[in-house]
C-alpha cells in the first residue's frame, strides 16, 4: 500500500532563518507532488506540484521554492524565513498524468512557526 | 478566477442529528469535485464527483453534485462524535488545477 511520510512534525524558526521540509512517498512510482499550505480556519492554497523529476510548477509568487530530486521526495525550502510563511504546510500526492482526475493523498503536515 | 464557498462556516449539533453541508463553485472547465474530512492533521477523502444526479454513498455519508447550478452537498445522518472535523471542498479543472474552500467546522456532542 502507499504511504506518505512528511516532517518534521512542527518546526520553530526565527526571521531570516533556512527552511528544508522533506516529503516521500512509498508503494507508488511516478506520482504527482504537492504542496499546501494552510492558514488558521482556511482552505489549502496549493503552492508548488510537480509531474515529474525536476518538473516543479509555481502557483504563487512567495519567498519559497520547491524541488524534486527523486521520483518519490518532494522538498519545499526557503533561503531566508519571513514571518508571513508561518503556517501549516502539508505534502500530498496523487496517482496519473492529469491532475484533478484522482483523490489527493495527504501527509500528516508540519507546523511552522516564524518568530 | 475560480471560487469555492463552503456554507456554514461552523456547525454544532447533537449524536443522532443529521447535517447537510454545502459547496458552491465558479470555476472555467470544471473537472471534478471532491470532498475531504480533516480532523488534526492529514485531510482525508471522501468523494469525488464528475456526473450530476449521481449520489455516492458510503456508510452515514453521501454527496451529490449539480453541476448546473454549481454546487454540491455533503449528508451525514445520525452523526456521531467521530464525526466531528472539518470538511473540505476542493474543485478541479481540466487544467489541473484545484482550488479549495475554507471548510466547515463540525462539531457533534454527545
Known amino acids: 500500500s502507499q504511504t506518505i511520510h512528511q516532517w518534521p512534525a512542527t518546526l520553530v524558526q526565527p526571521v531570516g532563518s533556512p527552511l528544508s521540509l522533506e516529503c516521500t512517498v512509498e508503494g507508488t512510482s511516478n506520482p504527482n507532488l504537492y504542496w499546501y499550505r494552510q492558514a488558521a480556519g482556511r482552505g489549502l492554497q496549493l503552492l508548488f506540484y510537480?509531474?515529474?523529476?525536476?518538473?516543479i510548477s509555481s502557483e504563487v509568487p512567495q519567498n519559497l521554492s520547491a524541488s524534486r530530486p527523486q521520483d518519490r521526495q518532494f522538498i519545499l525550502s526557503s533561503k531566508k524565513l519571513l514571518l508571513s510563511d508561518s503556517g501549516f504546510y502539508l505534502c500530498a500526492w496523487s496517482v496519473g498524468v492529469v491532475q484533478g482526475a484522482s483523490p489527493l493523498h495527504f501527509g500528516n503536515g508540519t507546523r511552522l512557526t516564524v518568530t | 478566477e475560480d471560487k469555492v464557498v463552503q456554507s456554514p462556516l461552523s456547525l454544532v449539533v447533537h449524536e443522532g442529528d443529521t447535517v447537510t453541508l454545502n459547496c458552491s463553485y465558479e470555476?472555467?472547465?470544471?473537472?471534478?469535485l471532491l470532498w475531504y474530512k480533516q480532523e488534526k492533521k492529514a485531510p482525508t477523502f471522501l468523494f469525488m464527483l464528475?456526473?450530476?444526479?449521481i449520489e455516492k454513498k458510503s456508510g452515514r455519508l453521501s454527496s451529490i453534485l449539480d453541476k448546473k447550478e454549481l454546487f454540491s452537498i455533503l449528508n451525514i445522518t445520525a452523526t456521531q462524535t467521530g464525526d466531528s472535523a472539518v470538511y473540505l471542498c476542493a474543485v478541479c479543472t481540466n487544467a489541473g488545477k484545484s482550488t479549495f474552500g475554507d471548510g466547515t467546522t463540525l462539531t457533534v456532542k454527545p
Open positions: 470555476v472555467t472547465n470544471f473537472r471534478s
Open positions: 464528475t456526473s450530476s444526479g
Open positions: 510537480s509531474i515529474g523529476i525536476g518538473q
